[in-house]
């Protein structure tokens, strides 16, 4: 996907040669890579992904003819390895130094008493790292990682000093460096001074759900990035980063047009119908058939030759095609053809960052004009612990919006009747229009109405209307004018004669 980068600097007058990392996202939010003959610091806690993502920038530097080096400082070569292969990757054009060999030894007569360790092997570590830098003259060189090379050196002055050092020595020879850092254990500043960028790597461990992952890049001397955190995941092949989305970076130029829903009588509530650009909050009790009417509009876009993406946070694909084909509507034969993408979400294994990264996918890849959330609730629960998850859902609408895609969001509220139903968090700000579904009891009987409470985009109606589902499909009742407080739930009849749908057995 072709990511647009957020500019921290005004535009260079001149192109930069970059280095690519191999991961797309990070490409992205670099604007292209890793300006060359640099050297930068990758920190993060173990486990995060440092070494994942070195292998990575290495082989992608010999997919493209260059040299590269590997230089472990305390893994076996094995290991390294081992870690290359969980990737099904093939390391045998990268050259890996394995200098853990040449000083971890248990055997008594490598001790020494009359000097300092450190001061013996750092020189012996540093000469051999010297002469097989000036043997293979690598344009890309990975160290992994410093804590062994500041236990070495007794860290402080002396390490500062090694490291420039290296970095000059480096950097004569037009290599590009990337040094692997566990930060956690250090937090040292100075550290970051010496290198031309920094990129850091966090681990968060929710309450609940699967672990969280994002990066940040912290500098990046005379070039542009994309600040901010960027979720990324570690799964077979490497890498994948999800750049942060930046609405205002992907607008395009798109004639504004109404989407109708196939009923006349909501098309008349919402004016006209849905306008492309803008985003409807479906609300309403559990069984007020929200679902039923995003599918609704799903299907009738359907129809006219769009395409749509339905992402699901609580019920399977199986089970939505089978309820939707007893309402009448076949959902199986547009999603076999490719114009229907379903996608059933597990929210407790998904970040914000991935979620909005497929949104954006179908959007840009596959052409969808009509993007379906239902639920939001499963989601927002399962980011309980997301503090900014308001912000991440303005972004997205804000990005669908100027991509002239209509959104419907489906939200259940708590509690079936009554005044006193809440929805978990209320979305009707970031909405254009509102549709509002309700239970309402008429005569022993516990029927459905529906009502446009909002609609930036065009005039609408402020009738009430009774809606009913058959194996026929929807339909839209006249205003319910003989009835007052079907809001809340228990209306009072103040008609003379009945104006609603007979009955059909429920399905």
């Known amino acids: 996907m072709d990511f647009a980068a957020q500019s921290n600097l005004s535009p260079s007058t001149s192109p930069v040669d970059r280095a690519a990392t191999g991961i797309e996202g990070l490409d992205d939010i670099l604007s292209g890579g890793l300006p060359r003959q640099r050297l930068y610091l990758i920190q993060g806690d173990p486990g995060t992904g440092k070494t994942t993502l070195s292998l990575q920038y290495l082989l992608r530097g010999a ?5 590269c080096l590997y230089i472990s400082l305390s893994e076996s070569r094995a290991e390294i390895i081992q870690v290359a292969d969980s990737h099904g990757w093939d390391l045998d054009k990268i050259d890996i130094v394995e200098m853990s060999e040449d000083y971890n030894t248990l055997s008594p007569d490598a001790e020494n008493t009359l000097f300092l360790s450190s ?7 540093t000469t051999r790292i010297l002469q097989e830098i ?15 090379w500041r236990l070495l050196s007794g860290g402080g002055l002396r390490f500062r000093r090694q490291i420039l050092a ?11 460096v990337l040094l692997l850092d566990d930060h956690a254990a250090t937090g040292e500043v100075d550290l970051q001074s010496l290198a031309h960028g920094v990129v850091q790597l966090h681990h968060l461990q929710p309450d609940y759900g699967a672990e969280r992952r994002r990066l940040s890049v912290i500098k990046l001397r005379g070039s542009q990035f994309r600040g901010g955190f960027h979720d990324f995941l570690i799964r077979p092949g490497g890498l994948s980063v999800f750049p942060r989305l930046v609405a205002t970076e992907h607008s395009e130029p798109f004639t504004p047009e109404l989407v109708s829903s196939g009923m006349s009588g909501l098309d008349d509530l919402l004016g006209g119908g849905l306008k492309s650009g803008t985003a409807a909050l479906v609300v309403g009790a559990s069984g007020t058939g929200k679902s039923i009417l995003s599918q609704c509009y799903a299907e009738q876009f359907l129809k006219s030759g769009g395409k749509v993406a339905l992402f699901s946070f609580e019920e399977t694909s199986d089970l939505i095609e089978g309820r939707a ?10 999603r076999k053809d490719g114009t229907l993408m379903l996608q059933t979400v597990d929210p407790a294994e998904l970040s914000p960052g991935e979620f909005a990264w497929r949104v954006r996918d179908s959007v840009e890849r596959e052409g969808t004009k009509m993007v379906i959330l239902d639920s939001l609730n499963g989601y927002l629960y399962a980011m309980a612990q997301e503090r900014h998850l308001m912000l991440h859902m ?14 419907l969001l489906v939200v259940c509220q708590n509690g079936l009747v009554g005044s006193g139903m809440r929805t978990p968090v209320d979305m009707s700000y970031l909405a254009d229009s509102v549709i509002m579904l309700r239970h309402f009891e008429s005569f022993g009987e516990v029927k459905q109405a529906v009502s446009v409470m909002k609609n930036r985009a065009n005039r609408h109606e402020r009738t009430i209307r009774e809606l009913q589902f058959s194996s026929q499909g929807l339909r839209v009742g006249e205003p319910l004018r003989d009835f007052k407080g079907i809001l809340t739930g228990v209306p009072d009849y103040v008609g003379n004669d009945g104006s609603l749908f007979d009955n059909e057995p429920s399905h």
């Open 63 to 67: 997919q493209d003819g260059e040299k």
């Open 119 to 125: 001061e013996i092997e750092l020189s012996e570590v």
């Open 134 to 148: 000036d043997r293979l003259q690598p344009t890309r060189v990975v160290f992994d990682s410093l804590s062994e």
């Open 166 to 176: 290296l970095k000059n020595h480096l950097s004569a020879r037009g290599a590009t």
């Open 325 to 334: 084909g007893r309402f009448g509507f076949d959902l199986e034969q547009y």
């Open 394 to 407: 303005h972004e997205l609408l804000s990005y669908l919006n100027a991509r002239g895609v209509v959104t």
